[in-house]
């Protein structure tokens, strides 16, 4: 499509070239006076020279260019959902076994009809925030062990450090 369009455009520019070259019918300097009269609407009968014979062919090449741009960009393209139609056969299969799990048979009663209450949020939050305040507490738990056994480490490090300077200081008083 875009190497019509670019023949397209060297046509175009070819051909307004053309045409800005030519020499019009009453330019003459008797036309001016009355003496381009004779000729007739269109000029003289005859063949014309190569000028009008490029600009004939280069406006026959602009109209059918333009016909067949048009032609082309008439057709359908193929229509496509970007994600639905680029999703793996595997993955739509599973997405199905998925909706077969779903209850189809609405709960009995007006519960089914009714939307959560305002109570049955401040339930649902409640039970949320108890759960990440134990998985808090037990954060904490983990930590104070871990600085519990730091700390059990650097004192049995300092001991060692400790044995061996006495150790040295007897060497170096004997």
Do not use: C, H, R
């Amino acid at each position: 499509m875009e190497i019509i369009l670019i023949v397209y455009l060297i046509v175009s520019i070819a051909l307004i070239g053309i045409i800005l070259l030519q020499q019009g019918k009453g330019a003459e300097m008797g036309a001016s006076f009355g003496a381009g009269g004779a000729n007739t609407v269109f000029g003289a009968a005859g063949s014309g020279n190569a000028l009008t014979k490029a600009t004939t062919i280069l406006t026959i090449l602009f109209f059918a260019i333009a016909l067949s741009i048009s032609y082309l960009n008439s057709e359908p393209a193929e229509i496509k959902d970007s994600i639905l139609d680029e999703v793996p056969a595997s993955q739509t299969e599973s997405a199905k076994g998925i909706e077969s799990q779903l209850p189809t048979e609405p709960k009995a009663g007006i519960e089914s009809q009714v939307a959560p209450t305002e109570a049955a949020k401040s339930d649902e939050q409640a039970a949320a925030k108890q759960a990440v305040e134990a998985k808090i507490e037990e954060a904490k738990a983990k930590l104070d062990t871990t600085s519990d056994e730091v700390k059990s480490a650097t004192e049995k490090a300092q001991k060692k450090v400790d044995e061996t300077e006495s150790k040295k200081d007897q060497d170096s008083n004997k």
